[in-house]
């Protein structure tokens, strides 16, 4: 029983970090389509860049 418990620890931990990983990348890629928009809302009006941010 001693040895199970840190495997399920170590387990949990490579889950939680796997799941960061997961939402980096996620946020990353919803920061990458907003950045896009910005640049397009700021070739066409400045006014639209200040409602998004």
Do not use: K, W
């Amino acid at each position: 029983i001693a040895n199970i418990g840190p495997t399920v620890r170590l387990y949990e931990l490579l889950l939680s970090r796997n799941f960061i990983r997961n939402l980096f990348s996620v946020s990353d890629s919803i920061f990458l389509i907003i950045s896009e928009q910005i640049c397009h809302a700021e070739s066409s009006s400045p006014e639209i860049v200040t409602t998004i941010l």
